[in-house]
């Protein structure tokens, strides 16, 4: 049996693409999913990565792809590293940057060549299109790592160990080519809110976002 490709999976639009993609390639796919006990959404997402499995199953018959039961990490059980904290500190003195980018740095200690959904034109803007270079990698496409002479110090520790498989296309772009290849509506399954269960809040700051991105038809 090949080595399953880890990926972490969220149910979200950019991570499910992420998985289409890969399945497409007729690739092992572990997902991840990390559980963080203060995120209401996470019963909603589990259910949405168990959906949209079946969905892409379904859809890509033709595909040697396969996806493995989803591993569950509980977020306070991530190995702490003190050098990446101390890292993350340093660099949240200078800019905003979420939380859960340390946790995912730690994590990729352990899973080498872990990837995150940095896509073009993402909102965070911590890691630019130009501060990266592209490799190519164990799955058969392009990928993307940051490039140490383009980036600074603290930004190059935090993420080394990383991969950024989508920081070439928009989320508009990705839009676009799931409807040129018909799965637009398994696309359109995935889920985004982080307080409600049923119908987005249109609240919180990935339903605001959804509307800044042209998306706002999903709020509907």
């Known amino acids: 049996m090949k080595e399953a490709k880890v990926v972490l999976w969220t149910g979200g639009w950019d991570s499910t693409f992420r998985v289409i993609q890969l399945y497409e390639r007729g690739l092992i796919l572990q997902p991840l999913y990390v559980i963080d006990k203060g995120r209401p959404s996470t019963d909603k997402e589990l259910e949405t990565i168990k959906q949209l499995s079946e969905e892409i199953r379904q859809r890509f018959k033709d595909s040697n792809g396969k996806i493995l039961p989803v591993k569950l990490i509980k977020r306070e059980k991530i190995p702490t590293n003190l050098y990446l904290k101390l890292i993350f500190k340093l660099i949240r003195r200078r800019r905003r940057i979420g939380k859960q980018y340390y946790w995912l740095a730690c994590l990729a200690k352990k899973y080498k060549g872990l990837e995150q959904g940095f896509h073009n034109e993402d909102r965070d ?68 809110c982080h307080r409600a269960t049923d119908k987005p809040c249109g609240e919180c700051n990935p339903c605001k976002q959804y509307v800044i991105d042209g998306f706002g038809y999903r709020l509907e």
Not at 135 to 140: H, M, R, S
Request: hydrophobic share 40%; proline share 3%; charged share 30%.
């Open 125 to 192: 803007s911590l890691i630019y299109f130009n501060e990266l270079t592209e490799i190519k990698d164990e799955t058969g496409g392009k990928n993307w790592v940051v490039n140490p002479k383009k980036i600074d110090f603290l930004r190059k520790e935090l993420f080394k160990n990383i991969r950024f498989p989508i920081a070439y296309i928009s989320k508009l772009e990705m839009k676009r080519y799931a409807e040129k290849h018909n799965f637009i509506d398994i696309m359109n399954n995935t889920w985004f």
